[in-house]
């Protein structure tokens, strides 16, 4: 009997002790995600499609042809979206159908529209937003440095455009120069006096557009 009594209490012994090793055995938990995993994730969501739209004043902005423009129609999604200037500088809207757009400013073209879609709603609302830039040309013949075609900076007069083509050779006719400009089919000359625009720094109210050709003879 004493026998027994004694392995009874050896065997609880042995069992207590495992119970209270694995009650103080300390919890694992697992490390958190290191905060540079989620970094990535966040510079990604800073940026996107719009960090490239271009920045334009649609009060001056000349749009050109393989221009990408938003027309937005208050209350018109089926009339609104996304349109190409293709490169005859039409677009094509829905009830309007073709349309020129080259040649105007956002404002202006928001205002045509507007106007022709008079004939179907009441009183629309039309904003114009320029999505991308196509960069666009003009072109240098005569007595010039460098003669053929220089990429438009928006806002550049004459004065600036023959600059970055080199300046007037020694034969040019700096009192006779003038601008070739096609609007809607029509051309125009444009005199510049470009000897008054050295003297005083006038623009003589021109700005260079896409397409012109500064002559100089």
Not at 44 to 59: E, F, H, N, R, W
């Amino acid at each position: 009997m004493k026998i027994k009594i004694a392995i009874s209490a050896a065997v609880f012994g042995v069992l207590g002790l495992s119970a209270q090793q694995t009650v103080t055995r300390p919890a694992i938990t697992p490390a958190p995600a290191p905060p540079a995993a989620q970094a990535p994730a966040a510079a990604a969501a800073s940026t996107g499609p719009a960090a490239s739209s271009p920045v334009v004043d649609s009060k001056t902005y000349v749009i050109g042809p393989e221009d990408m423009i938003q027309v937005t129609v208050w209350k018109e999604p089926s009339i609104s979206g996304s349109f190409p200037v293709r490169p005859d500088g039409m677009i094509s809207l829905s009830l309007i159908g073709d349309m020129m757009a080259a040649g105007l400013t956002p404002t202006d073209l928001s205002t045509a529209v507007a106007t022709k879609l008079q004939k179907f709603l009441t009183d629309p609302n039309v904003t114009v937003t320029v999505l991308s830039v196509h960069p666009k040309q003009i072109f240098l013949m005569g007595e010039i440095a460098h003669v053929g075609g220089i990429t438009l900076v928006p806002g550049m007069t004459p004065l600036q455009a023959i600059a970055t083509g080199g300046g007037l050779s020694a034969y040019a006719n700096a009192k006779r120069v003038y601008i070739l400009r096609t609007t809607q089919g029509k051309q125009q000359k444009i005199p510049f006096d470009y000897k008054k625009a050295i003297k005083d720094g006038s623009s003589q109210g021109i700005t260079v557009l896409p397409g012109d050709t500064i002559v100089i003879p």
